[in-house]
């Protein structure tokens, strides 16, 4: 018997396992997907290849009012190592104010003070060693090997139009435009799996289990005592000495804990689910960052596009085995600005990811052209949505409502961010690699227009979080040190317990939340 059971083995999953296991303490990792043996996964421009696999699990939203209509789908990591597998391994962490935000509405322990600590044990940065930055941890943190000109082209464009350069986006200050920094070490991806799961093996206390979908937690009374999980189509359960951990992600925790008779009643109630413990807060307070792009074709072949055809992929798959260098070294998405339109001095409220290839969303017809995409999205947005359950069948996905742009404020921060990404690709900058006429959007300039096709093109960034959130309201599913409410022995683990959205890419926090929460369970606490 494992002293933990932790369900998905994610960015936030693995790092609480491999870093209990290797302070003594007994644990199982019981994951849907698969091993992360796929090569692409390792490589750091394969994200773009693996997409569309089943590597993501491509969920569908429901239509959305915000988006006139649409239902784009919402893509989540289906393998071990979780988003981190999978993602453009942008090393991000979010602003002081979003964990201080956190502390003072009930996440107490979780102020940007309280939290840096871990950011710095976990990394392992080849640049940056200060008070921000650590060295010597598990996950490797690294500068860009490989930069497009059209990226040079960006961050050039971004000062020209009055945004000033910034070496580190997880210092003292966020804002700014500069290169990403990116979750590699020596060339190769560092996800979770890799910089938590693979040393933990070596210790004898940490067993992995790929393949097995649980079903349902089970209890005696009120403690979580094991997981009923499916494996090859048999149906098994395990015994937890400990605690159950739940690390499914913003998507299938709260749908699991559903499952289990744990949420708001009247929704167990519609699926037949006996009630074990009302928590109306399960499912509810989703968040996820939008992003829709501003796009120029290229006037010739820069940046990425065709660099994956037969022959030029065969030159630079050698290239990278040899030398560690060209375009298979990229992570594609090589630079971010940070910007608040309403006052350029202030904390930033808008991301702009720029990448050097014409990136629209999956589902749309392919665009077969060389170009320059800035995606701008609202860090903190204010539109809430929830998870529901569509049956009490554990095989079926959930219901996904994110609600997008429902409120005001995230539609006119959107038309802002729309502006300025076109005002960057019309800098000097750009002039010897782009048409003179805009691609997408085009021509319009109407703020009605703006808004119709921000509805049209909006899309995820891949951030779901907050559908479990800490604290200790009505609406609170977990407290400040993650045990769900009124549930011994069960704790949740992943970026549903956010109270509220980071500025930035998650999957850095996943891996500070798994961190902080290997400590919380052994009663440890890491001081600055």
């Known amino acids: 018997m494992s002293d933990f059971i932790v369900v998905g083995g994610g960015s936030a999953g693995a790092a609480f396992a491999g870093r209990v296991a290797m302070t003594g303490g007994k644990v199982t990792v019981l994951e849907a997907g698969p091993r992360d043996s796929h090569p692409l996964i390792h490589i750091p421009a394969g994200f773009v290849k693996l997409l569309e696999t089943k590597l993501l699990y491509h969920y569908a939203t429901e239509p959305q009012e915000g988006l006139s209509g649409r239902a784009p789908i919402m893509p989540q990591g289906a393998v071990l190592g979780g988003g981190g597998s999978v993602n453009a391994a942008i090393y991000i962490r979010g ?125 005696e009374g009120d403690r979580a005592t094991g997981v009923e999980y499916v494996r090859n189509g048999r149906l098994h359960s395990l015994m937890a000495g400990r605690e159950v951990i739940l690390s499914a992600g913003a998507v299938q925790t709260p749908k699991l804990l559903m499952l289990s008779g744990i949420g708001p009643e009247a929704e167990l109630r519609r699926h037949g689910i006996a009630l074990r413990h ?52 990229s992570n594609v998405s090589e630079a971010c600005a940070f910007v608040n339109p309403d006052d350029p001095a202030a904390e930033p409220n808008l991301q702009m990811h720029f990448v050097p290839i014409v990136f629209l969303d999956g589902d749309r017809e392919k665009v077969k052209r060389a170009g320059a995409t800035i995606n701008p999205c609202v860090l903190r947005p204010q539109s809430r949505g929830e998870i529901r359950l569509r049956s009490a069948d554990p095989a079926a996905h959930p219901i996904i409502d994110p609600r997008y742009l429902t409120h005001p404020e995230d539609m006119r921060l ?51 979080v907050g559908t479990c959130r800490m604290g200790r ?37 996943a891996i500070m939340i798994g961190e902080r929460a290997s400590d919380l369970v052994q009663g440890l606490k890491l001081s600055a």
């Not at 961050?155 to 990116?182: E, H, K, L, M």
């Not at 407290?479 to 500025?503: C, F, Q």
Request: charged content about 20%; hydrophobic content about 35%; overall charge negative.
């Open 414 to 464: 959107s038309v802002a961010g729309l502006r300025m990404a076109r005002e960057i690709l019309a800098q000097p900058a750009f002039a010897r690699y782009v048409e003179p006429c805009e691609a997408y959007p085009g021509d319009m300039q109407d703020g009605a227009a703006l808004e119709g096709y921000i509805r049209a093109m909006g899309k995820t960034v891949y951030h779901p």
């Open 278 to 329: 009302r928590l109306e807060g399960v499912g509810q307070n989703l968040q996820d960052h939008l992003e829709f792009p501003a796009i120029r074709f290229c006037t010739g072949p820069y940046g990425y596009h065709g660099q994956d055809s037969l022959l030029k992929g065969a030159w630079n798959g050698l290239q990278y085995l040899l030398f560690k260098s060209g375009p298979v070294m």
């Open 95 to 219: 602003q002081r104010a979003d964990y201080d935000g956190w502390a003072t509405a009930g996440a107490e322990g979780w102020s940007y003070e309280d939290v840096l600590p871990y950011f710095r044990r976990a990394e392992d940065n080849d640049r940056l060693a200060d008070d921000w930055h650590g060295t010597g941890g598990p996950l490797g943190v690294s500068d860009l090997r490989q930069i497009s000109e059209l990226t040079r082209a960006f961050v050039r464009g971004a000062q020209q139009a009055g945004i000033p350069f910034t070496a580190d986006f997880n210092g003292a200050s966020q804002r700014g435009v500069g290169y990403n920094q990116t979750t590699t070490r020596d060339g190769r991806r560092c996800s979770a799996a890799v910089a938590y799961l693979r040393p933990a093996l070596a210790s004898g206390n940490l067993d992995i289990r790929t393949g097995c979908r649980v079903t349902r937690i089970l209890f």
């Open 473 to 509: 309201d009505d609406m609170a599913v977990v407290d400040p040190e993650l045990r769900v409410h009124g549930i011994r022995n069960l704790r949740v683990v992943d970026n549903s317990v956010m109270p509220t959205l980071i500025s930035g890419n998650t999957n850095a926090p």
